[in-house]
Every structure is written in structure tokens, then in C-alpha cells.
């Protein structure tokens, strides 16, 4: 339940909040904030804190942004929200004055739903209560220093997600036999184990179930071992299987994972969906895929401007060019003006990956025919070793301008 506090809002923004599935709305006009005799922080009960409040353009700004100041100085953890179209200097006094968004009050639904998302996350994050019960909370949970989470991520469908996670998996498991987990993390449509030819016994279904959520053991009984020597959690049979699945219990999996794995490798969907933004929460290294195609790189710069901005780009990424080919009509150099970003890492199209797919044994396990596929995976292992531990988790939060 994420519980929202609206300050001043038009009656069409409360009731987009108020019609959002598992949030609570409490508002209060401009008359009531405006009043002499009230005092928002007192009327806030220190034992039922909103997680957001949001406060609606018909304040001044000079009101909001006193506002604003008065919560973060008090309960610096609830997240606050402006809505309004404002300049950039606004924005800027804003974020110092506590907000921690800026948004038009006709923002999309998936926006306003994220940003609800990451309210409720920082409060389950921040309290000691959660709501799987007999778990810890995610807050006394610190991951193990060595421990390295690795996000394979991509704005689109069919760019060489699971390709790139499970040939990685193969290849840091030759250095770190054991010490690898690989997550099917696509939770509608996983095909991870139809790409390592595995049947699991069990799925990350169970390994979300309250039970596994409260005991470490649990959670490894429902791996996969593959015979080169590392674990995967598989994903489930039905598509509907994980749909009640919140964030925090993908955070809390993760760290459950990291806890007994050096290397935790999560696989995603295309685009940006809930469980892929839960993992970016504890994610070190984040990869991001793209293909050499202008929809698919304005994908990416897109992304990563998203991310950026809700404070989940990782201080570690390495963007990895899939599928390329020079007779795209596109260069290396095009990509990175367009993204923004450097690319890391270039692998080219071979009808090879496929082949080695649709047999259950990736090339990653054939270095005869792996030829040149087999040498980038091995360069992105490399680049991931050697930046990666520069940029451990307490960078993560690095936002880019
Ligand atoms: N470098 C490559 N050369 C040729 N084929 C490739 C290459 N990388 C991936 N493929 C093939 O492209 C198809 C899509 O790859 P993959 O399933 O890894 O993508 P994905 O991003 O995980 O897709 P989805 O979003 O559907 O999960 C597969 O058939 C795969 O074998
Ligand atoms: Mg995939």
C-alpha cells in the first residue's frame, strides 16, 4: 500500500492517484495548507507517514518550495513531488528544497505509477517492518562486500538479452566455478532455461514464496545447477505465474542470492518494467544491450535519461552493441552520439548464436565454433572485472547531467 498525500492538487490529478490499484490518498486543499492556524508537520502522524507527498501548482511556488523544505528537514525519507511546469532554475530550487521530482500533473500513468512505486520501495527500505513475514527486513540485509550484481538490460525485445546473460554465466563460471548465479528475471516470457537445455524442478515462483523469503537454504534448493559449473533460478511455466510479484521481494531475492553467490547475473524483459527497476535498486554493474538501429538506440538514450533521473543508473554500465554488422548503415561513433555513452563492448551477428541456442548449449561451451562471439563475451567479462570493483554499490546512485 503506498500512501500518497496530495497538497493542493486539481481534483483530476487526486483522482488519477486515488483509482491507481494499492494507494491511499489523502488530500488537502489550498484553503486548509493556506490557513493560519495550520501546521502541515504537526498534522502528519509520526506513525502513519505518507510515503509521497505531492504538492499541486495552485500553491505559489514560494509556498510549495517552503514547503518542501520544512518536510525534508523534518522526515527527509518521505519522498516529495512537485507538480508543475516550471523553469529549469524552479527545478533546480526545487531539488534543493527537497523534491525529489518535478512533474506536469498530466504525466503518463506509467509515470505516475513509478513514481508511487519508488516512494513505497524507499519507505520498505527505510522501515523495519516489511511485508513478507518471518523475512528480514531489507533494510538489515547488507549484500557481502564481494559480492556482484550484474544487470543485462535493453530498452528493446530480441537484441541478445538472454544471449549476452547466459554465455556471461558460462564464462564467469570458468574463473569462479560455483560462485555464479544466473536469474531468469524475464518473468512473463523467461527463456533462460530453454537456452541452457534445463528442466528445472522448481522456478523463481517458489524462490518469491514467503517461505523462501524468509530462509536463505530455501531459496538455493530452488536453483539449477548447469554442468558448467553454475546455479540458475529458472523462470516459471505460466506467463501469470509472478503477477502479484512486488519490488521488494525482487530486492529482497536478489540480496538473498548475493548473500551466497560472488557473481549474481540477472537476465530482464525488453524495456523497463517493474522487476528490471527493482533490480537496478541493488544492481552494481548494469548492461546495457543495443542493437545498431536508430529505434533501438534512442531506446537506450531514453532509458538511461529515466534512469538517471529516479536516481537507478548504476555508476557501473557498459553499453554493448548486439547484432552488429556493418552493413547496418550505422558506425560505432553514431551509436555513441546518439546514446551518449561510450560503447564498451561490440559483438557482431553470427548465425552461430542461434545455432548454438536453439541446441540447448551456448557458444560460450563450444570455443571451437564460438570464433569471435565467444572473445567479445570474454572482453565484457573482462571490462566488468576490471571497472566493476572500482564502482561497488555505494556508487550506484551517480546521476549523469
Ligand atoms: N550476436 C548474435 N548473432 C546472431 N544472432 C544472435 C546474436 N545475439 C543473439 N542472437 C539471436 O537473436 C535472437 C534473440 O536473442 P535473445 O533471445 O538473446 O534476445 P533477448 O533480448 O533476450 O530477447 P527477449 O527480449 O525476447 O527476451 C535469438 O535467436 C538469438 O540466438
Ligand atoms: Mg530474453
Keep these: 500500500m503506498t500512501r500518497a498525500l496530495i497538497l493542493a492538487g486539481t481534483g483530476d490529478f487526486i483522482a488519477r492517484v486515488n483509482v491507481l490499484p494499492g494507494t491511499q490518498v489523502v488530500s488537502l486543499t489550498r484553503e486548509t495548507i493556506e490557513s493560519e492556524r495550520f501546521d502541515l508537520i504537526r498534522s502528519l502522524d509520526p506513525q502513519s507517514l505518507p510515503d509521497i507527498i505531492f504538492v499541486g501548482a495552485a500553491l505559489p511556488i514560494e509556498t510549495a518550495l517552503t514547503i518542501g523544505r520544512k518536510i525534508d528537514e523534518t522526515y527527509p525519507l518521505i519522498d516529495m513531488v512537485l507538480i508543475?511546469?516550471?523553469?529549469?532554475?524552479?527545478?533546480?530550487?526545487?531539488?534543493?528544497?527537497?523534491f525529489r521530482d518535478v512533474l506536469p500533473a498530466d504525466m503518463v500513468d506509467d509515470r505516475l505509477r513509478e513514481v508511487l512505486r519508488r516512494a513505497e520501495l524507499h519507505r520498505l527500505k527505510a522501515e523495519p517492518q516489511v511485508a513478507v513475514t518471518g523475512a528480514k527486513p531489507i533494510a538489515q540485509i547488507q549484500p557481502p562486500e564481494e559480492s556482484r550484481t550484474i544487470t543485462v538490460i535493453s530498452p528493446k525485445g530480441g537484441v541478445g538479452k538472454t544471449s549476452i546473460a547466459t554465455n556471461m554465466a558460462i564464462g564467469l563460471a570458468e574463473d569462479h566455478p560455483s560462485e555464479v548465479v544466473l536469474v531468469d528475471l524475464d518473468l512473463q516470457f523467461g527463456d533462460v532455461a530453454s537456452t541452457l537445455d534445463l528442466t528445472p524442478a522448481h522456478t523463481i515462483e517458489e524462490a518469491l514464496s514467503p517461505a523462501a523469503a524468509a530462509d536463505n537454504l530455501i531459496v538455493k534448493?530452488?536453483?539449477?545447477?548447469?554442468?558448467?559449473?553454475?546455479?540458475?533460478?529458472?523462470?516459471?511455466?505460466?506467463?501469470?505465474?509472478?503477477?502479484?510479484v512486488t519490488g521488494a521481494q525482487i530486492i529482497r531475492l536478489i540480496h538473498q542470492l548475493s548473500t551466497q553467490f560472488r557473481f549474481v547475473i540477472i537476465d530482464t524483459a525488453g524495456g523497463l518494467p517493474e522487476p528490471t527497476l527493482a533490480a537496478l535498486e541493488v544492481t552494481d554493474?548494469?548492461?546495457?544491450?543495443?542493437?545498431?538501429?536508430?529505434?533501438?538506440?534512442?531506446?537506450?538514450?531514453?532509458?538511461?535519461?529515466?534512469?538517471?533521473?529516479?536516481?537507478?543508473?548504476?555508476?557501473?554500465?557498459?553499453?554493448?552493441?548486439?547484432?552488429?554488422?556493418?552493413?547496418?548503415?550505422?558506425?560505432?561513433k553514431d551509436v555513441e552520439a546518439a546514446t551518449g555513452l561510450p560503447v564498451d563492448i561490440v559483438i557482431a551477428r553470427s548465425n552461430d548464436v542461434q545455432l548454438a541456442a536453439n541446441h540447448g548449449?551456448?557458444?560460450?561451451?563450444?570455443?571451437?565454433?564460438?570464433?569471435?562471439?565467444?572473445?567479445?563475451?570474454?572482453?565484457?567479462?573482462?571490462?566488468?572485472?576490471?571497472?566493476?570493483?572500482?564502482?561497488?554499490?555505494?556508487?550506484?546512485?551517480?546521476?549523469v547531467a
Design 285 to 332: 554493474d548494469v548492461v546495457l544491450v543495443s542493437t545498431m538501429d536508430v529505434a533501438c538506440v534512442r531506446g537506450v538514450r531514453k532509458a538511461v535519461e529515466m534512469l538517471a533521473q529516479i536516481g537507478l543508473l548504476p555508476a557501473s554500465r557498459v553499453l554493448t552493441l548486439n547484432l552488429a554488422s556493418n552493413q547496418s548503415g550505422m558506425k560505432v
Design 221 to 244: 534448493t530452488m536453483l539449477t545447477v548447469h554442468s558448467a559449473g553454475f546455479h540458475v533460478l529458472c523462470g516459471a511455466e505460466s506467463p501469470a505465474a509472478n503477477d502479484e
Design 361 to 399: 548449449v551456448p557458444l560460450m561451451l563450444n570455443k571451437k565454433k564460438g570464433g569471435a562471439f565467444v572473445k567479445s563475451i570474454r572482453s565484457l567479462i573482462n571490462h566488468l572485472e576490471n571497472t566493476g570493483a572500482a564502482n561497488k554499490r555505494t556508487h550506484k546512485r551517480l546521476d
Design 84 to 98: 508543475d511546469e516550471v523553469p529549469v532554475d524552479i527545478v533546480v530550487e526545487a531539488m534543493r528544497s527537497g
